[in-house]
């Protein structure tokens, strides 16, 4: 089984700032992939990054990075340059050889002039 | 384009009403998911196929629910006697053949039972 946790339900940040979403995770198996995923007003579900946790290098996408601390079972989202058109809900979300996604309760990010 | 299609897009019945979901891959897939996300939480992992075979199921699919995959392709879920706590966005997901676990979404059906 797995569980996924995110502790900040909201967060604000001013356009051009960068902010990071906190995300821990606990799970059993041994090869498991970590998402953030996002999901504007109304809008459907996006894939922003994905992590496999045998690879030790953080994964990165344009302005989107991932701190992932395999040990502390930390999985925290960078947004730099933050835009009006990232606010929305961040869901982190875990998945092993079971295939199902387990989710987080998100975060509302919302980004200000 | 996220290789999901989903009808209808909103849904409102009375309950006791059977409402029936459908959803579309348009993109090469490996497995088809269904998701519940009720208002304010996370998505909630109900099934998943891979072809025809359903090959798991959440204690959250009570009896009241079926989920289909005929010839592989597309996948239907029905509730019957709808309540008012099966009000919420059923999302429907595929992972993509070649890029391992990840699952792309659907736009979702939204469900009011009144």
């Known amino acids: 089984a797995q569980t996924v946790t995110q502790s900040q339900p909201e967060m604000s940040v001013q356009e051009a700032e960068t902010v990071t979403l906190s995300c821990t995770y606990d799970?059993?198996?041994?090869?498991?992939?970590l998402f953030w995923y996002k999901q504007p007003p109304s809008r459907q579900m996006i894939l922003v990054i994905r992590?496999?946790?045998?690879?030790?290098q953080n994964a990165t996408e344009n302005r989107f990075s991932v701190n992932f601390q395999k040990a502390a079972k930390s999985f925290s989202l960078k947004i730099s340059d933050s835009q009006l058109g990232d606010t929305a809900m961040y869901f982190c979300?875990?998945?092993?050889?079971?295939?199902?996604?387990?989710f987080g309760t998100g975060t509302r990010l919302q980004v200000t002039l | 384009d996220t290789g999901v299609s989903q009808n209808p897009r909103h849904k409102i019945t009375k309950r006791g009403q059977n409402v029936t979901f459908r959803c579309d891959p348009i993109?090469?897939?490996?497995?088809l998911y269904w998701y519940r996300q009720t208002l304010g939480q996370g998505p909630e992992f109900l099934t998943y196929?891979?072809?025809?075979?359903?090959?798991?199921k959440s204690r959250l699919l009570s009896d009241r629910f079926s989920a289909e995959r005929p010839k592989g392709s597309f996948s239907t879920l029905e509730i019957q006697r709808t309540e008012q706590g099966d009000s919420a966005m059923y999302l429907c997901?595929?992972?993509?053949?070649?890029?391992?676990?990840?699952?792309?979404f659907g736009p979702g059906t939204r469900l009011l039972v009144l």
């Open positions: 997901a595929i992972d993509i053949r070649g890029l391992g676990e990840t699952q792309y």
């Open positions: 992590q496999e946790a045998y690879k030790q």
């Open positions: 799970t059993s198996e041994n090869n498991y992939y």
């Open positions: 979300a875990a998945t092993g050889t079971a295939s199902k996604l387990t």
């Open positions: 993109s090469e897939h490996n497995r």
């Open positions: 196929f891979q072809n025809e075979a359903q090959l798991e």
